[in-house]
């Protein structure tokens, strides 16, 4: 089974901080780990994956994640927050059953304030 | 352009009366989904289809119906729709069945059932 994990619902930064949202994954496979974007009344946009290429994945809108093993983490960071960062981050994991469906965390909200 | 398109992106309906979302993609994708976001939960697979004449349960697809006839098409049917279902509706294709395959999201359909 799979799972994922997201800590904190609501993360707020300011602009120009660092951006840090979490991600904890549980899988009994080789996790493939994906990282969404929703921005308001839009569909869910790929930032990144984990496709055990490499452990530290570079995405869109400098956005990257590092995968740690020993930590079952996929968390995401960007260094300098934009105003236009404000959105709905999900993570998840492709796993077995439901045609290697997706299973996803909760999602963070991120609020950028000036 | 490469895109998931859904119809209709609002609906308000009313107990009982039987109503069908469409979804349509037109990148050759042999894999489609259907999920239901609601707050606090993330997205939960519905049903998911692997191929033309090819449909499954996903975690949740008490109350709804799907079908497969062509391979760009993949409406979701609700017989009979009811308050619970009231909910954000995401389409998803993807290329295949691969864990790491990327899932392609329709900008979502908000049902209210009264």
Known sequence: ?114 | EAQVTQNPRYLITVTGKKLTVTCSQNMNHEYMSWYRQDPGLGLRQIYYSMNVEVTDKGDVPEGYKVSRKEKRNFPLILESPSPNQTSLYFCASRVGTRRTDTQYFGPGTRLTVL
């Open chain 1, 1 to 114: 089974a799979q799972s994922v994990t997201q800590l904190g619902s609501h993360v707020s930064v300011s602009e120009g901080a660092l951006v840090l949202l979490r991600c904890n994954y549980s899988s009994s496979v080789p996790p493939y780990l994906f990282w969404y974007v929703q921005y308001p009344n839009q569909g869910l946009q790929l930032l990144l994956k984990y496709t055990s290429a490499a452990t530290l994945v570079k995405g869109i809108n400098g956005f990257e994640a590092e995968f740690k093993k020993s930590e079952t983490s996929f968390h995401l960071t960007k260094p300098s927050a934009h105003m236009s960062d404000a959105a709905e981050y999900f993570c998840a994991v492709s796993g077995l059953g439901g045609g290697n469906k997706l299973t996803f965390g909760t999602g963070t909200q991120l609020k950028v304030e000036l």
